[in-house]
């Protein structure tokens, strides 16, 4: 196992895994952005032919809807903005006629394979560049400590208790300080 122990201003070291580190990562997530330029304008304005991208993404991915959707078709020359909740978390589009550019999100808190994005928006809105990012999400919390799995060294501060408020009752004390109290015995 690979470990560095790194000396702070407090007199404590820290030890760290890379190993450890990565276990304690919790992935919550992935996301998709996704940018369409150069589509069709019309197909931008139409919500059935948006609806349609939505109902497609959701039978390949088998996703599932909470809910109804929600669309709103902006007056005039105007764009769409629909959103759907899902078991799994969202999906959203967001699109700009002015600029023949759609913007898609979806987020999946379980894991799920990538969807041909780039084949399915040429195909259905015209898209003629397709800009696909994926997000891993996740989370850097680390377990709740406790009294056999946490240590602390000090080289500085000798007799000294340190309260834990995340462990009601626990005192964490250096070395020097159990080794005098035991002396004591």
């Known amino acids: 196992m690979l470990t560095a122990a790194s000396p702070r201003k407090d007199g404590f070291q820290v030890h760290l895994s890379v190993e450890g580190f990565i276990q304690s990562m919790l992935t919550v997530g992935t996301e998709w952005l996704i940018e369409a330029s150069g589509c069709d304008a019309g197909a931008l ?4 032919r948006l609806r349609a991208v939505f109902g497609r993404a959701m039978r390949e991915l088998g996703l599932r809807a909470v809910g109804r959707q929600l ?7 105007g764009g769409v903005t629909g959103l759907v909740m899902l078991t799994e978390s969202h999906l959203a589009c967001h699109t700009y006629p002015e600029f023949r550019t759609a913007t898609f999100n979806l987020y999946c808190c379980r894991e799920r394979p990538a969807w041909a994005w780039d084949e399915r928006l040429r195909e259905m809105i015209g898209a003629r560049d397709v800009s696909v990012r994926r997000l891993e999400r996740a989370t850097h919390a680390a377990p709740t400590p406790t009294l056999e799995s946490t240590t602390f060294e000090s080289s500085t501060l000798e007799n000294s208790t340190f309260e834990s408020p995340t462990l009601e009752g626990s005192t964490f004390e250096s070395s020097s300080h ?3 109290r035991e002396g004591e015995a």
Do not use: I, L, S
């Open 178 to 180: 159990t080794a005098a």
């Open 71 to 77: 669309w709103h078709k902006f007056p005039g020359e």
């Open 45 to 48: 304005r139409d919500t059935a």
